[in-house]
């Protein structure tokens, strides 16, 4: 079936860099923009960051990352990253990729259908 997996999390001190990956299976994956999500324990899903569907495609970034998050796709493949650097500890929560399903970029999680089971980031002070 269509799915879409995560990896790359981990623990890291701040200040540290992580790069994640999110791979997309069975799914037409340059028709679709991509977004990261995270989760905090305790508080609702954030969009952190949006590419639309080609390689050089626009992006967004939340506030809160701008400047030290990076995304990028590679179509070929079917892979969407998350280059994150200079790590707080508030970046600390389970992130997750999604599909959206209108087009372009968005960080509104009701614009996203797919989702991944997501990846465990640890930021320590």
């Known amino acids: 079936q269509v799915q879409l997996v995560e990896s790359g999390g981990g623990v890291v001190e701040a200040g540290g860099s992580l790069r994640l990956s999110c791979v997309a299976s069975r799914l037409a994956f340059s028709n679709y923009g991509m977004g990261w999500f995270r989760q905090a324990p305790g508080k609702e899903r954030e969009g952190v960051s949006c590419?639309?569907?080609?390689?050089?495609?626009?992006?967004y970034y939340t506030d809160s990352v701008k400047g030290r998050f990076t995304i990028s796709r590679d179509n070929a493949k079917n892979t969407v990253y998350l280059q994150m650097n200079s790590l707080k500890p508030e970046d600390t929560a389970v992130y997750y990729c999604?599909?959206?399903?209108?087009?372009?970029?968005?960080?509104?999680?009701?614009?996203?259908?797919?989702w991944g089971q997501g990846t465990q980031v640890t930021v320590s002070s």
């Open positions: 999604a599909a959206s399903t209108i087009a372009g970029c968005s960080i509104a999680p009701s614009h996203y259908a797919l």
């Open positions: 590419i639309s569907e080609s390689d050089d495609g626009s992006s």
